[in-house]
């Protein structure tokens, strides 16, 4: 029995990285031909001392959203809704106070086999966009456009790909972490062959999710390949007078439209402050703490509603700020995405050298964590953190966009 618990213990050791559990649920197998249909857990199936939490996984019915599959996970704090059906992506994290997602035109969750992604030029991917947290990739992401007669689609496959095996850990050992992962393969005969293993963990009664990906070339050689986590906010978050605040080591415009607003790039306009349409992005180059892990946070006007969020940037180095300042009605959000390049197409990224390789076999892991603060106190702290390390460093504002 002690060398059972110590085994469990060693296995522990990073973020979400856990091996072997007792309780281990497989909701989702192609390997094994299994889906468990609708399913729910509770914390009335254990002896544990927590805070009350639930998973249930269903089905959604009507229109486009036809056959999507929903896991919710509910920790007592927040309610996080994870789909397996579109590669994993979270759509929403509900707290009492604080929601990280936003308001999409797009109301439904759209099945992937009613998405074309190479519709309207390679926009398809626009006809499902609605979620907080989307993966983009990963044999490519960006902008569409043409590469050597082929067309690259906006950001990439991997968000419409559903999970081949999606399992639910529940930690024997205190504090209890609860763990969804998944298994998303994107591969072609004589192209893509990666595989990304995803893991969402959390802690019954916390206001802290964490994700701890894992991306492996299953080819025998050498591949390009790009990640971004496009997590996108509104909310009770965005208004006017809504503030980023992060270890930025640089900012640059996109376009000449970002520019004409560069000297504010980390305040928010209120909604329809853009012609239809309108959006600012800016490219930002973060630093890193003693850790390796760059911070932010995005606070709204009265400060006292906020998330932080860090992650390694060894993995991620780059950091996109969209600003989609757009009307209600037609989706006010802002993208905050780190990422292993900038958002532009593939060919672009290449010529600046940002365009990062995988070897044949080789798994490159990545690590976020992202924590609701509903109260001034919670916000003010954490500002305070990113303010001794920005302490006598000044932003390099870089006023000649790229594009």
Not at 187 to 203: D, P, R
Not at 226 to 237: D, G, S, T
Request: some cysteine; overall charge negative; glycine content about 8%.
């Amino acid at each position: 029995m002690k060398l059972s618990i110590l085994l469990l213990v060693i296995l522990m050791t990073a973020s979400c990285q856990i091996k072997q559990l007792t309780a281990e649920h497989t909701l989702i197998s192609s390997s094994k031909n299994i889906n468990v249909g609708d399913w729910q857990i509770s914390s009335s199936d254990y002896a544990f001392n927590t805070a009350a939490w639930s998973i249930r996984k269903y089905s959604l019915h009507g229109g486009l959203q036809e056959g999507v599959e929903i896991i919710e996970i509910d920790n007592g704090e927040m309610l996080i809704k994870v789909i397996p059906t579109r590669g994993m992506n979270v759509m929403s994290v509900e707290s009492k106070d604080v929601t990280l997602g936003w308001d999409s035109p797009v109301q439904e969750i759209v099945n992937p086999r009613n998405v074309n992604l190479n519709y309207n030029g390679g926009l398809g991917w626009l006809d499902s966009f609605n979620e907080w947290m989307v993966r983009c990739g990963i044999e490519y992401s960006g902008h569409p456009g043409d590469y050597n007669g082929r067309l690259m689609t906006l950001h990439g496959r991997i968000a419409h790909i559903p999970a081949s095996e999606v399992k639910v850990f529940i930690d024997p050992l205190p504090p209890h972490q609860i763990t969804v992962s998944g298994l998303i393969q994107e591969k072609w005969f004589k192209g893509a062959n990666f595989e990304i293993e995803t893991s969402l963990c959390t802690v019954p009664g916390s206001k802290t999710l964490k994700f701890h990906d894992k991306i492996t070339n299953k080819a025998s050689h050498e591949k390009e390949f790009q990640i971004l986590y496009h997590a996108n906010f509104a909310k009770e978050l965005l208004e006017k007078g809504s503030e980023l605040h992060g270890t930025i080591k640089s900012v640059q415009p996109f376009n000449d439209f970002a520019l004409k607003t560069i000297d504010k790039y980390h305040v928010y306009d209120a909604p329809g402050s853009v012609e239809p349409g309108g959006e600012k992005v800016y490219q930002i180059i973060p630093f890193a703490d003693k850790e390796g892990k760059a911070h932010f946070i995005l606070e709204n006007a009265q400060k006292n509603k906020a998330v932080a969020f860090s992650y390694d940037i060894d993995t991620l180095p780059y950091f996109t700020q969209w600003k989609n300042e757009d009307s209600l009605e037609n989706g006010y959000v802002t993208g905050l995405e780190p990422g292993n390049s900038f958002p532009a197409n593939r060919s672009h990224e290449r010529k600046q050298g940002r365009i990062p390789k995988i070897k044949g076999g080789e798994t490159i892991e990545y690590h976020l964590e992202y924590t609701i603060l509903s109260t001034q106190n919670a916000i003010q702290k954490a500002k305070e953190k990113i303010s001794k390390l920005n302490a006598g460093k000044e932003v390099k504002v870089d006023k000649n966009p790229e594009h």
